[in-house]
């Protein structure tokens, strides 16, 4: 069973402190570390070992404002976790006799928990930077064999019914739970034995590193000074202002870039990186993040797409060799160093410190123009391209105009390509595409209509999909809102379907839909009690009429369920268990078993113990005779409200799972070179720019 989502995903903390004989993070503060864990992972012994607070704390992680309890003024110490639980409305510890008593494991509801809202001015208390939790978590056999060693010391109530399985389930919440926080932005690492080195969360294609785990102890300044004070009041080191001019100059010591709407170049051994401002558009500019992006000096191709790196506001990212997938974008050569510079996102001022003395770091600013001007005429083309292939204003068609769109759709599809034949004659359950064009997937949009307009407007997709250099792939479920107080309501769900439709006829051989678990009337698709499927097909009835319904049922019935190429396979939910051929995918209407698989199924987890596993994964590269580095992607699974892609999910190599309805902006997946880099872009509310556009 794939039970432990920190594997493969956890790296040894280098730079170390002993205190009292415990090697800490050399960046943590000793006030702020919080000690969590399950039962019997030794928090006791190792509190008392570091003379911190004796007593134990718990804190409901579901109660608002529990950064504030009083168990947390005292530290470091042992706390004790209250954890949300589907099916009971308080918190539960992994001891509590409604968890211990439970047939089945309890699946952990982690939206209630609630997290530290970040710092917005001055006033503010950073909670989120207060604490640090460290999660010691030993092997389950480990625990286990500590707490029957322990029962001859006295009783333990918490080891009343002790099994090695509910020692498995107990540290397997807690692994959960540390991910979890990690990816919300609390300070999180973990401790596997005191006797080992911590380890930080460092999962592959997130730039984010907690910045406590890079700096070194810095010499703090007299209070005779500025900078004293600044210090005292501030709680962080003043760093000088750089002033970049027209020529390079070096970087030797840490310095700050302001957030102002211009350009600049980092120029990291010879290798040139043009770092620019991330600017949504239709944002109030109280309300935009103040994220930068950093691409290379050829910036955006109207020929190819590209990736590029995020610093969002906050994040610290390390540049250098140490991470394969910069290495391979940015195209490192042996001038960049492994660890070179590192880069943190403060308030949307960048934070620019080198880390090798032996390698050079030059920052030049690359002209005096404003990139929110330049970036509104440039992405003006792509909005204006839009509104032509819809070729009117972006709302749902009207019922005739709507009629004849899917019509034609469904004749495209009678007559795919890529789709070898079924044994009736038919384009099968299968797509077989070519390397020629770089694949742009896209998973679950759930009526997100500005997400999709702002994929199509980014990274020149649209000039690419007309030239052929991409193929757009979204991954099913592109209707039925996941929004509260938007279940119910479907006319973002058919106008994100005209859309894709339009975008079809267009672009009939580098635009494909493959078919996900929403994409049907069945009465069983239900969301929080909404029934989502019979309920679209009423809305389509009252404003489309019958033939407009049958059509759509047509055209689901006639989509495909899975698609590949050299580089990758892909399918909405998850590859299917069991054994299973290529014509078994190809003749999948004849194969009801198969297809529910691939548009329902999920990753084997301990709260979801029948799902697909590595071995599933390898069988459907086997099966489709793939090597087995070949990328395996699916949609499906909303990781939580903070991130939209799982690298290697479940500890699979090579497995991706990608999530594109978040409120707060999409992320595809798009592949550079060998590999598959997600990228996530704002929210912009672009369906009301496109419509006010001259």
């Not at 460290?134 to 056999?141: D, G, R, S, V």
């Not at 006319?491 to 494909?512: A, C, H, R, Y």
Request: aromatic fraction near 8%; charge should be positive.
């Amino acid at each position: 069973m794939s039970s432990d989502p920190l594997k493969k995903i956890l790296e040894p903390i280098k730079e170390l402190q002993n205190i009292r004989g415990i090697d800490l993070p050399i960046g943590l503060e000793f006030l702020q570390l919080i000690v969590t864990g399950p039962p019997g992972a030794g928090k006791s012994y190792y509190i008392e070992q570091i003379r911190g607070w004796p007593n134990e704390g718990y804190l409901d992680l579901t109660q608002q404002g529990w950064w504030k309890n009083q168990s947390l003024v005292f530290r470091p110490r042992e706390v004790h976790l209250g954890l949300p639980f589907h099916g009971f409305k308080e918190a539960l510890t992994v001891f509590d006799k409604e968890w211990l008593n439970s047939t089945l494991p309890l699946e952990l509801d982690c939206t209630r928990i609630k997290i530290p809202p970040l710092k917005k001015n001055f006033l503010q208390t950073n909670w989120r930077d207060r604490y640090i939790f460290e999660f010691l978590i030993p092997n389950p056999t480990t625990i286990y064999q500590q707490r029957v060693d322990r029962q001859s010391q006295g009783y333990f109530p918490v080891d009343e019914k002790l099994s090695l399985e509910m020692v498995r389930q107990q540290v397997s919440v807690y692994r959960e739970v540390a991910l979890y926080l990690h990816r919300a932005g609390i300070n999180v690492y973990i401790r596997k034995s005191l006797t080992k080195p911590p380890m930080r969360i460092a999962e592959k294609g997130v730039t984010s590193v907690p910045r406590w785990t890079l700096d070194e102890t810095l010499k703090r300044p007299s209070l005779k000074s500025i900078s004293g004070w600044k210090l005292l009041f501030r709680r962080h080191y003043p760093i000088q202002w750089l002033i970049l001019g027209s020529k390079p100059q070096p970087l030797t010591s840490a310095g700050r870039v302001a957030h102002d709407g211009k350009c600049f170049e980092l120029i990291v051994g010879d290798i040139q990186l043009r770092f620019q401002p991330e600017i949504a558009l239709g944002v109030k500019r109280k309300a935009a993040h103040k994220n930068w992006i950093i691409n290379t000096e050829r910036g955006c191709s109207s020929r190819n797409i590209n990736g590029f790196v995020r610093i969002r506001v906050g994040e610290t990212i390390v540049l250098g060799h140490t991470n394969d997938q910069y290495s391979e974008l940015f195209h490192f050569n042996d001038s960049v160093a492994k660890r070179h510079v590192s880069i943190t996102n403060r308030r949307g001022d960048l934070i620019l410190t080198p880390l090798s003395s032996d390698r050079e770091t030059k920052i030049v600013r690359l002209d005096d123009l404003d990139y929110r001007e330049r970036l509104e005429r440039g992405r003006l083309n792509a909005l204006l391209e839009i509104r032509r292939i819809y070729g009117r204003k972006i709302a749902p068609l009207p019922a005739d105009c709507a009629l004849q769109t899917i019509q034609a759709v469904n004749a495209l599809l009678r007559n795919g390509p890529f789709r070898p034949k079924n044994n009736a004659g038919n384009p099968g359950g299968l797509v077989e595409i070519t390397n020629k064009a770089t694949p742009v997937i896209v998973g679950d949009l759930h009526a997100q209509v500005d997400n999709l307009l702002k994929i199509l407007s980014e990274n020149c997709l649209i000039n690419c999909l007309r030239m052929k250099t991409a193929n757009l792939i979204i991954l099913g479920d592109a209707i039925h809102s996941e929004n509260a107080g938007e279940m119910d309501k479907f006319d973002t769900s058919m106008l994100i379907m005209d859309l894709i439709f339009q975008l079809k006829l267009k672009f009939p051989e580098n635009v494909f839909y493959i078919r996900g678990n929403h994409d049907d009337f069945d009465p069983e698709i239900v969301k929080h009690g909404v029934p989502q499927g019979a309920l679209f097909r009423e809305t389509l009835l009252k404003y489309r009429g019958p033939t407009y319904v049958e059509e759509m049922q047509i055209f689901y019935n006639s989509l495909p369920y899975i698609i590949c190429s050299d580089s990758f396979i892909a399918c909405h939910a998850g590859p299917p268990r069991g054994i299973f051929s290529k014509e078994d995918l190809i003749n999948i209407v004849d194969n009801d078993k198969l297809a529910r698989e691939l548009s329902n199924n999920r990753l084997q987890l301990p709260n979801h113990p029948a799902g697909y596993t590595k071995r599933d994964v390898k069988n459907l590269r086997k099966c489709l005779d793939r090597s087995p580095k070949t990328r395996v992607i699916a949609g499906h699974t909303p990781m939580d409200p903070f991130g939209s892609f799982w690298l290697h999910a479940g500890a699979i190599k090579n497995h991706h799972i990608i999530y594109s309805a978040h409120t707060e902006g999409p992320s595809v997946l798009i592949q550079t070179g060998s590999r598959f880099m997600p990228i996530t872009f704002p929210a912009e509310p672009l369906t009301d720019l496109i419509n006010a556009l001259k």
